[in-house]
Nanobody, 121 residues
Framework: QLVESGGGSVQAGGHLRLSCAPSTTSYICMGWFRQAPGKEREGIAV????????QYADSVKGRFTISQDNAKNTMYLQMDSLKPEDTATYYC??????????????????WGQGTQVTVSS
């Protein structure tokens, strides 16, 4: 079961770091999705542990960084330069063994319960 932590409320321009545990073995993609009120869930960042390759949505590229600490069995999402439009519930996701790694929601059968991030202007 995936468990997220680290959400909260910050002002625009601030930063937060989300955590997700447990992270996976090397050949399972993991990532983060988010859902704002009235909007569909959006894939924002994924990482393939085997080669540490990453992919980001254009909306967060250059501001968010996904990483994984194998020693701590934890995945992170560092969020900098936060904007009010980043306000959403953020979900940790896990893919399938040896499957692809993309921002496609269908690639992720396992989801955490979500953590709320609120950015005020």
């Amino acid at each position: 079961q995936l468990v997220e932590s680290g959400g909260g409320s910050v002002q625009a321009g601030g930063h937060l770091r989300l955590s997700c545990a447990p992270s996976t073995t090397s050949y399972i993609c993991m990532g983060w999705f988010r859902q704002a009120p009235g909007k569909e869930r959006e894939g924002i960042a994924v990482i393939y542990p085997a080669d540490r390759s990453t992919q980001y949505a254009d909306s967060v590229k250059g501001r968010f960084t996904i990483s994984q600490d194998n020693a701590k069995n934890t995945m992170y999402l560092q969020m900098d330069s936060l904007k009010p439009e980043d306000t959403a519930t953020y979900y940790c996701v896990k893919g399938r063994l040896f499957a692809g790694c993309s921002l496609n929601r269908a690639d992720f059968p396992s989801w955490g319960q979500g953590t709320q991030v609120t950015v005020s202007s």
